[in-house]
């Protein structure tokens, strides 16, 4: 496994609204830094992950939305993870997901905090 600068693991999804729009800013702030940077959704936060999820998600000034942060977060070159299982067990289909979402095993998860550098967990 490459190293990973920063591991940002998120739990939330729009029940904790403030969480998800920290999550995406923070990791595209250290990907435009060029930090190599991921956001590994677990449990409900694979929803985040499927098309126009997103776009429901402002909690106002001054952060941005949640639909304007994704593009931003992807063109500045972070990385989504998705678990399979956490996506299985919420009902998550992997033909929903957009197109840049890597899908990955619990195995995936446990050697991407073995292997970060730095993490930022908002659960």
């Known amino acids: 496994m490459d190293k990973i600068d920063l591991l940002v693991t998120l739990t939330a999804h729009e029940r904790d609204s403030n969480n998800v729009?920290?999550?995406?800013?923070?990791?595209?702030?250290?990907?435009?830094?060029?930090?190599?940077?991921?956001?590994?959704?677990?449990?409900?936060?694979?929803?985040?992950?499927?098309?126009?999820?997103?776009?429901?998600?402002?909690?106002?000034?001054?952060?941005?939305?949640?639909?304007?942060?994704?593009?931003?977060?992807?063109?500045?070159?972070a990385k989504i993870k998705v678990c399979s299982n956490c996506m299985e067990h919420n009902g998550v289909k992997a033909e929903d997901l957009i197109p840049e979402a890597e899908i990955v095993t619990a195995d995936y998860v446990v050697d991407a905090i073995m292997a970060a550098e730095k993490s930022l967990q908002l659960n």
């Open 21 to 77: 729009t920290i999550a995406f800013t923070m990791g595209w702030k250290a990907a435009q830094k060029g930090l190599k940077t991921e956001l590994l959704l677990l449990s409900d936060a694979v929803h985040l992950a499927s098309k126009g999820y997103a776009e429901t998600i402002d909690i106002g000034s001054p952060f941005k939305a949640v639909g304007e942060l994704l593009p931003l977060f992807l063109e500045a070159g």
